[in-house]
């Protein structure tokens, strides 16, 4: 996908903020983000790309090119990041079997290496921090997408702390991610325009493998699921 000025100007308001540059990953995607009617969200962006050695142009431009991305940091976070991993293994699946593109995404956008690190940034980059939650809900009010993913038990934490308002959440009482991987949809979050996106989850990605034989039953039933709705 070519990345209109328009467009362009958006998405580097949201990589940088002051001084802090290339600060956030706020989505990737093989394609138009608008056309995407997936999201698939982990809890923060890891690991972190090196902002020193990294053309804000290029990756700009590598967040809506998935051969780009790959290309230029692709294999050190494969190596680095078991979820990533996952996840990339994850979006394929869905793109073939399902035949969704699908936004990777986190309910706190600030790169980091690691849960150390994002811990270490609330505490010490309190606004850094913040800013990295809100560009999520601007990214996902932006594009909109019909059904979110959210993969492992921080994300889903984050999540309901995040939007507790705006949620409505069938099984509040629910906390496990197994337990809510069974469910299907547990939950919709209104957007301010009154569009609604279903929410589910699963394990996180990490355990998701190549295969994700671990996943199979998830799998089939998403893929019933949004068969059913798109009828």
Not at 99 to 112: C, F, I, K
Not at 118 to 129: F, G, I
Not at 149 to 165: C, K, W
Request: a neutral charge.
């Amino acid at each position: 996908m070519a990345v209109s000025t328009g467009f362009y100007k958006k998405i580097k308001a949201w990589v940088t903020e002051g001084d802090a540059r290339l600060a956030f990953r706020p989505f990737q995607v093989d394609g138009n983000p608008y056309k995407s009617a997936i999201f698939v969200v982990g809890a923060f962006a890891a690991p972190k790309i090196d902002s020193n050695t990294t053309d804000e142009g290029v990756y700009i431009d590598a967040l809506v090119n998935g051969l780009l991305f790959d290309e230029m940091y692709g294999y050190e976070m494969k190596q680095k990041s078991r979820e990533y991993l996952g996840t990339t293994y994850f979006i394929e699946w869905l793109a073939q079997q399902v035949n969704e593109q699908a936004v990777a995404t986190y309910v706190n956008t600030l790169q980091v290496q690691n849960a150390q690190e994002l811990k270490q940034a609330q505490k010490e980059s309190p606004a850094l921090y913040k800013r990295g939650q809100a560009i999520f809900q601007e990214v996902l009010e932006e594009f909109q997408p019909q059904w979110m993913i959210l993969h492992g038990t921080e994300a889903v934490q984050q999540f309901r702390a995040s939007f507790a308002e705006q949620l409505t959440d069938h099984y509040s009482q629910i906390s496990k991610v197994q337990e809510l991987e069974e469910l299907g949809a547990f939950a919709e979050l209104r957007y301010k325009n009154g569009n609604t996106v279903k929410v589910l989850a699963c394990r996180s990605m990490s355990y998701y493998g190549k295969e994700g034989k671990a996943f199979q039953a998830f799998k089939e039933q998403l893929q019933t699921t949004i068969k059913l709705a798109n009828k």
